[in-house]
């Protein structure tokens, strides 16, 4: 069974950091690259960022650049989402996804549930 399962969401002052975290059953997380995604309310799912399954080449959605960063460490199954100087305009629900394509912004094959992260002024 495929899981993917997101943590570390929660309230956060604007310019404040927050890291989540996307434990991942062991096959799905060895064999895939691996994204963020989020959604704000009234807005579709938008691409975060991505990363490759060596975990040496990432991308980033141009609003997040500079902010954020994915890394993995695949001995613990886990991609992680350093969020930076956030900005409210941040808050969402976030989402870890995996896919065994290699298009960066869409085609994921497996989601986790989300976790939420709000960001005040």
């Known amino acids: 069974q495929v899981q993917l399962v997101e943590s570390g969401g929660g309230l956060v002052q604007a310019g404040g950091s927050l890291r989540l975290s996307c434990e991942v059953s062991?096959?799905?997380?060895?064999?895939?690259?691996m994204g963020w995604f989020r959604q704000a309310p009234g807005k579709e799912r938008e691409f975060v960022a991505h990363?490759?399954?060596?975990?040496?080449?990432?991308f980033y959605a141009d609003s997040v650049k500079g902010r954020f960063t994915i890394s993995r460490d695949n001995a613990k199954n886990t991609v992680y989402l350093q969020m930076n100087s956030l900005k409210p305009e941040d808050t969402a629900v976030y989402y870890c996804?995996?896919?065994?394509?290699?298009?960066?912004?869409?085609?994921?094959?497996?989601w986790g549930q989300g976790t939420q992260v709000t960001v005040s002024s």
């Open positions: 990363i490759t399954r060596s975990g040496g080449i990432t």
């Open positions: 996804a995996a896919t065994r394509g290699s298009v960066i912004s869409s085609g994921y094959d497996y």
């Open positions: 062991p096959r799905t997380f060895s064999s895939n690259r």
